[in-house]
């Protein structure tokens, strides 16, 4: 116990050390870089990795005194149970308010400290201020922990049982899905410190893009797979077979995804043309405000939903003053300083710059879009008391429209030639993805029926999407167009890149096609079963077989089993559960799911009558399943490009090679 | 074309965007968005039948009944006025009599409101917003400020 005892405290000291670190990270280094002071930028890197090994420390802390059930620390108390198992134990740390803006601050100091590493060989006076900009928002945030949301207080007396994590989050979802999502918010924060850094600097060039871009798609790569994860999750978990919500919590990390998905392509520009540059420093800034008014509208209870463990009104004042702060400090410094920044090459309308800027204007737009429907409840209820809900309709008559024009011309962007492109050359050359799509359409006509006209439509963007991003690969290797040996050896040729923007661009169509099809072919019914009892869903046949208590490690069950056929085919076990937690004095349905091929037949259950009814729930999903898998392509296409020799983080070593390309001589 | 109209192009092409953006959500706005209600709420105003609404309040004790193939009624009380709720499907885990309830739907003219979703909290330790936020101007409830952060 003592032993445990002193584990706590240590852990609040170290978050103490750690905000009198990052202080000096963000004032020194500055001031150093403003004075040319080598010593003075020279704590910058050292005081980023001894602040993150302070919060790794209080992180590694409040871990131990979950594991080890010490329910004297109230954190503990409240969100965890000697009997839950150890996974949930350790997810537990931040399946709570006060342990996920730890995670938060971890994450980014891990950020900070990431770039103190990899990062010497930029500029000296660049390194010092993104690190000292990084600083402010540390400072902020571990403030923010200290002063409002301590993880590690004491109750006075130690109860002998915690209190539980709510079951809704005892899920190897919750393991995963933060964590990701975090990884991908704050990484973004060193596009953002990058872009504070150009604007203080007053200088800004394509080796900063090469710099921002591999970041910016790191975290991109994380979001993605996080907000696939956190969909899945509400998916299965809360048992109505519904995978986005359009929920202000969603919408929170929905939006700097849409940023960052703009940001990671005027990188592009940025980075080969020189063209853009104040707008992507803009869009690096957007992209992590967007980030923060999701940390804000998560975590100040604004939002009432499972997100926000806790309201606390001091916590929100103080999360919107380090908003505000940050938002409009930076874009303060934009409007002073962007001017001073010099103009990049020119390029006609229709050229790949172009292409780029039309997805950028498109994206930007839907993002307001939902960023509009997320914040006017809020306002129209703060200002005149009336009380709206903002749902898919809304979106789909926004969001909807608004992406349409970005994915039919997504495959024609690769494809055009920088500066000034061939849009009938480029037509041309995509005939065949054009093809393909209008195959897809009849086909599904055919398959489905002529109902529904808008889901065959839905089906052929998506093949389009996919052929197209094969097609572009096709054309670079002149397949068909030379010999095999040529084309082969083209492929092996192909920067890795070149396969990254194949896969994050036919993801995107994956998860079109999963959307579509759910959406539109969908089927459902609702019934109840005795035992032996049959229903009928999408030519399947699901026989209710009966239930069985059941107990788990800190909860009660009642199992219904389903034996399932198709056409007299092999029968499959389903079983979908009722689970109580007693601690809790709650529960969760846990949904049965089988998977067939791409499609998914989702069985939840209600109550049990008195006469031993069942009420049963099912669906049969097709190709939903392609929605996430779509996502994970995309993260995995952000993976194959960072692999990309060109656009390693760890710049430093092709700096030791190519030193004028990375330490660019002052702009004159 | 020179530096001037290439910029003009895009500001043009930026402004067209944000423009039909715009447009989109308030036509959107205007048409597509719920507005929630308490049963006072719907008593004072004279909604016609078919608009959407989401229904907050309390689930009247005693008054859930469960028929035939997932089909459901019970009623949302607030302080003065109670309102009859039709629903097939399966109520969340955590939807208790007693307790704060969200159903969104449409009223069937009659005097009865037809569910097509029913929202219970997430949590035990706190009630919908909207609800918790309806009782208390109603002064029924004071509020569960001291177990919400425990």
Redesign the interface.
Known sequence: MSGAFSIAELGHYALVLALALALVQSVLPLWGAKTNDERLMGVAPAAALASFAYVAFAFTALTIVYVTSDFSVKNVW?NSHSAKPMIFKISGVWGNHEGSMLLWVLILSLFAALVAVFGRALPKSLFATVLAVQGWIASAFLAFIVATSNPFARLEQAPVEGRDL?P?LQDVGLAIHPPLLYLGYVGFSIAFAFAVAALIDGRVDSAWARWVRPWTLAAWMFLTAGIAMGSYWAYYEL?WGGWWFWDPVENASFMPWLAGTALLHSAIVMEKRSALKIWTILLAIMTFSLSLLGTFLVRSGV????HAF???PTRGLFILIILIGFIGGSLALFAWRAPVLR?GG????VSREGAL??NN??LV??T??VL??TL??LGLEAFTD??????A??Y???FG??MIPVLLAMPFGPMLAWKRGDLAGVAQRLSAAAIAAVLAVLLTLVLAGAENILAPLGVGLGIWLIAGAIVEITDRIKLFRTDFATSWSRLKGLPRSAFGGLLGHAGIGMSVIGIVMVTGYQSET???LKPGETAEIAGYALRYDGAAPRTGPNYREDVARFTVTKNGGAPITMESA?RFYEA??????EAAIKTVWFSQLYV????W?ADGGL???AYYKPMVTLVWLGALVMSIGGLVSLTDRRLRIGIAQRARKRPAGTAPEPAA | ?T?KQ?RL??IG??GL??A??AG??L???N??????YSPTDVAGKDLTAGTRI?LGGLVEEGSLE?G???AVSFAIIDAQNRLAVRY????P??FREGQGVIA?GTLDGEGNFKADNVLAK???T?M???VA?VLKEQGVWQGEEGS???
Do not use: C, W
């Not at chain 1, 939002?303 to 499972?306: A, D, E, M, W």
């Open positions: 409240e709510n809704i048992g939002l009432t939903s499972v806790a309201t606390d103009q020119l390029f006609a309308p800027v039309f204007l498109f737009a839907a307001a879009t509009v429907g006017y409840p009336k009380k709206i809900s903002v749902g309709p809304f789909n008559l926004t429209p608004l609702i019934t109840t009722k809790r004095n709650s529960g969760t349905t939840s259950i209600g109550e009558a009420v049963v729930r | 074309m530096r290439r192009t895009l092409a930026a965007v944000l039909l953006a989109l959500v036509f959107a706005l048409d597509q968005i719920v507005f929630f989401r469960k035939d193939g997932g097939v499907g399966i109520l885990d955590l969104e997430h949590d035990e706190y919908p917003r909207e936020d919400t952060t425990q």
